[in-house]
């Protein structure tokens, strides 16, 4: 099992602390996995066994907790003495008004009581916690493996290895489970499984969608495109020459939709020399972009886009991440953390002088002395004018 250090070393200084803990990610990200590794870890301080209280709400086992007074009712069962309980939620979106009972264990036990509580979708850190919860939590966002982790998990360091891996990993992401399989038949089914996991049970379901067909045909749309702007004038004249009439109103909730299930990512554009957010456009990219290849087995990858969509993905294990919009063009990605900025290009492979021209062209109008990057396929180095070029396996693998 890989130890996922970098989520714990930041989870870690809040484990004795009374502010509730929420890590969220797609479905099958590996968050209880690090939830386990958690209660390993206060084990290993010394806490007692019968301390830990953990429900995973995927199990049978709990399905009669079906809301916050079965919750509430449970947990207070098992606390039956005047120490202090770990008490660990996975899933707990599944369990109705669950905020409710969570905001009372920490409002009754205080001090007495360490919540950590795990979710599949956004919401966890949007409407219900911020009208229950709002300035009693920190929240950590759970991804896939990373390629770096991957290469950890299957001790990669040879260098043909390691392109044969990133060629697999461009294909079929970095869902944890699936490196436990043998052969494509098996991942495809397995990542089959878990997209409609999410397209069924945390969006159809959740949000009542009634028209299936019109549902189906937008996330097949955004999930084969990724890495594109879209706004919905342009959604609508898609579909209109498909002869499909939709409201804008529709497409910016499925779209919502979709993101409030983690199946996808919003990067908002940013105005680089106005220095604003650009409302209505948007680029979205896939948080695993082996779910993509279920919806594009019968295409050809798209690997500028897709590459694009790794480079998003890895930028946002520690970055707020942008898209940057200048003068007649846009910078693929800026990337901040605290006083921290980066630019970054990516494209597939340098070409010809004019790919060359265009992505290292594209800083001419950045007159900050932030880093700038191109990132590529490619393995010479083309670095020119203080602009930074790199192969995007030796980047993946960087610490960041």
Request: net charge neutral; charged share 30%.
């Amino acid at each position: 099992m890989l130890i996922r250090e970098k989520y714990l070393s930041k989870i870690r200084p809040f484990y004795e602390q009374d502010l509730i803990k929420v890590i969220t990610g797609i479905r099958r990200c590996g968050k209880s996995v690090i939830l386990l590794q958690i209660i390993d870890e206060i084990k290993n301080n010394g806490v007692m066994k019968e301390q830990l209280i953990y429900i995973n709400f995927e199990f049978e086992d709990y399905s009669f907790i079906k809301n916050d007074f079965d919750l509430h009712k449970y947990v207070e069962k098992k606390m039956i003495n005047n120490t202090k309980y770990y008490l660990f939620f996975d899933e707990i979106q599944n369990v109705d008004k669950w905020e409710k009972a969570v905001n009372s264990f920490k409002a009754k036990y205080k001090e007495k009581v360490s919540i950590f509580i795990t979710g599949s979708n956004s919401d966890l850190l949007s409407s219900e916690l911020a009208t229950h919860l709002a300035g009693r939590y920190v929240s950590f966002k759970v991804f896939p493996f990373s390629f770096k982790e991957v290469c950890e998990l299957k001790d990669i360091k040879d260098k043909h290895e390691l392109e044969t891996a990133f060629e697999d990993y461009v294909k079929w992401g970095g869902l944890p489970q699936r490196f436990a399989l043998t052969n494509e038949e098996q991942i495809k089914i397995y990542l089959s499984d878990i997209y409609n996991s999410i397209i069924v049970k945390d969006i159809i379901s959740r949000f009542n969608i009634k028209d299936l067909d019109l549902f189906n045909r937008i996330v097949e749309y955004i999930v084969t495109t990724p890495s594109q702007t879209f706004s919905a004038e342009s959604l609508v004249n898609y579909f209109l020459k498909e002869k499909r009439e939709v409201a804008k109103i529709t497409l910016y909730n499925y779209l919502e939709y979709m993101t409030k299930a983690i199946l996808i990512n919003k990067a908002d554009r940013y105005d680089v020399r106005g220095k604003r957010i650009l409302n209505g456009k948007y680029k979205y990219y896939l948080t695993d972009i082996g779910l993509g290849q279920i919806m594009n087995s019968s295409k050809k990858l798209q690997m500028g886009a897709y590459l694009e969509n790794i480079v998003y993905n890895e930028l946002s294990r520690g970055y707020d991440v942008k898209v940057g919009n200048i003068e007649n063009g846009e910078i693929d990605f800026i990337a901040t953390r605290y006083e921290e900025k980066i630019y970054i290009q990516v494209a597939f492979i340098l070409a010809d002088d004019s790919v060359i021209e265009r992505e290292f062209g594209v800083y001419k109008g950045i007159d900050d002395n932030y880093p700038k990057y191109v990132i590529t396929t490619d393995k010479f180095d083309m670095s020119q004018n203080g602009i930074i070029h790199k192969n995007i396996l030796e980047w993946l693998l960087e610490e960041k």
